[in-house]
């Protein structure tokens, strides 16, 4: 066994580490920057473990990226690293403890990737964290790189303690959608039905922009879309369609935008909507995309706009 300290100074990276026959641990962060890849070896061997606490409250952690042969993730590993917003994961993760990002209050999108077997690591995380989660899921492409191949959405899970005074006890009760939400994702794999069933459900309970955003991001990513859920989506979606497209403007998410004006199913006076929200909102280059786009799909002029 040996144990040292590794230092990146591009990213302000500092943690000790312990190595045992060919695999290293990290064994607790000395200082990092806003945004930190760890690295993939060690003194020769592969970086396969989180010690838990070994990150607990860097509070000027905004990003991290997992090296491929991260295995297991200790508990409350990232505990209280309030300002982490990404979190990229690969994939043979076996073991993420509880607790592991406790308290990730600013942690809104994180990236999985599928193993050969199909695994995903998310149940763990997702229970940790109450807030609204958008997980992008990739798998490998054609061209042999990580492509993201499914996106779902997680309202946030909102509950709260209940005594019992007669008997002593307290009762979680859940409130929304959030909950049922993480009772789809299992060890192993993800209940792609029942996710889609709860829609009706978290329309009923949730605001509308999450719910919106949800439909939105299963109909662009259609992995095990069914036709009737699919349907439902598609009805929510066009019913909102401003309010999705100032979404997409105001997060300045130029691909979203692309795959809402390609979207299956809208005709052209939906895509006729899309060209005046964004022209309201003062955007010249999101107008002009839905313009062309509309032009491609539908035919007739790409028209004229002022700002």
């Not at 998310?122 to 499914?150: T, V």
């Not at 929200?277 to 028209?303: C, D, H, M, P, V």
Request: aromatic share 10%; with cysteine; glycine share 8%.
């Amino acid at each position: 066994m040996s144990e040292g300290i590794y230092t990146q100074e591009s990213c302000r990276l500092s943690f000790a580490w312990r190595r045992k026959g060919e695999e290293v641990t990290i064994t607790e962060c000395i200082r990092c920057g806003e945004r930190v890849a760890l690295p993939e070896t060690i003194d020769g061997a592969a970086v396969t473990a989180v010690d838990g606490y070994a990150f607990r409250e860097r509070k000027q952690l905004v990003g991290i990226s997992l090296p491929s042969g991260i295995r297991s993730i200790g508990r409350h590993a990232f505990y209280n690293c309030r300002r982490l917003a990404s979190l990229s994961l690969p994939a043979g993760i076996a073991d993420i403890r509880d607790g592991a990002f406790k308290n990730c209050e600013g942690l809104r999108r994180i990236s999985f990737r599928l193993d050969q077997t199909g695994r995903l690591c998310m149940k763990n995380i997702l229970y940790d964290l109450e807030q609204d989660i958008q997980c992008g899921i990739l798998a490998e492409g054609e061209d042999g790189k990580p492509q993201e191949r499914i996106r779902l959405v997680f309202p946030k899970n909102t509950y709260e303690y209940i005594a019992n005074d007669a008997a002593r006890i307290f009762h979680e009760v859940a409130y929304g959608s959030g909950y049922y939400y993480r009772q789809c994702v299992s060890e192993r794999d993800m209940d792609y039905a029942r996710y889609d069933e709860l829609f009706d459900y978290a329309s009923r309970e949730e605001r509308s922009g999450i719910v919106t955003w949800l439909a939105f991001c299963r109909l662009a990513y259609p992995y095990r879309l069914g036709d009737r859920a699919r349907s439902r989506y598609l009805a929510w979606i066009r019913a909102h369609i401003e309010e999705l497209t100032e979404m997409i403007i105001e997060n300045d998410d130029y691909e979203a935008a692309g795959r809402l004006a390609a979207l299956e199913g809208v005709d052209e006076p939906d895509a006729g909507r899309m060209v005046r929200a964004a022209r309201e909102s003062g955007s010249a280059e999101y107008t002009s995309l839905f313009l062309i786009r509309k032009r491609e799909r539908f035919g007739g002029a790409a028209g004229r706009f002022e700002l």
